[in-house]
DNA sequence: TTAAGTGCAAATATTTTGCTGTCAC
DNA sequence: GTGACAGCAAAATATTTGCACTTAA
């Protein structure tokens, strides 16, 4: 979903594999969901999807493994300035990291990868003695077709 | 809280006072408690600090203050990482934007202003045609004193 | 005077947990 | 076989809302 999706289906699920983890119909069915994705799902959607897959799939067994996940570092939680709600969305982390822009008025969600970004983050562990496991640029504003 | 207060206080409730809105002996409690803050408070924080101050605050009205204290963008709403729970916390918004580290292992928040931080902002607006109206970067990982 | 603000109680929304049974390895 | 994982139901956490009363301007 962060940019073209260029990778075979199934990679998460191999990720798991190599480290050891347990695989289960469940979560095979949220995995796929998540690699599936077009767009930033919460919990609640990711659940119906995964549904659809495997209709034994429970609300907790969800959360636990989109907890396991975050733990692994293969997804990042956002909040997308809390557009709507106050849940959380979810996403695969693939290589780039990126800036998320949610519109005020329209609601769409800009994603943006930036050098400046990156150098940033450098220029923090360096100055701050700090080491980013993960981070999170979120924007809010007015886009494009609604600024004024 | 994010870097040295010097500010006078009651500043927040001028603020208010200048865009014609109504004053209470609550709103004055809640005020001067988010003014008075030396570290990030949540709801629960700033209702209990409160009630030292007006005994009558009531928690709705903390939350509808600080959704009207947003609204105005006098206040940022933070998650830090979600180092514990799910809840926001929340901070003055002053002239300085800055970025919020917190330490995965020990819990500490750091603030760090950068010049590379505000070209980001300038370039994204740039770029990507987008007017912002509230940024937020933070960054979850571990601290000088924690990291190995 | 009166629109805006408040407390209170109840409702929502979101996430977590205890327990007991099941399944992957 | 056994420890990790599952569903279910209930709890915990966080925030919002409806309503009748109060108060700032």
Redesign the pocket.
Known sequence: MPFPQTEIPGRLQKQL?GRG???????RA?LSVIEMATKHL???QILRKARRV?A?????????????LKRQGLID?LDLM?I?????YYERRLDRDHIHMACLRCGKITEFASKTFDSLKKQLERDCHFHIVVSRLEVGGYCSGCRR
Chains 1, 2 share one sequence.
């Open positions: 594999a983890i347990r695989m289960t119909a469940q979560r949220i919460d919990a609640s495997d034994t799939v429970d609300r907790s067994t969800v959360y636990r493994t989109l907890d396991l939680e809390h709507k709600g106050e849940g959380h």
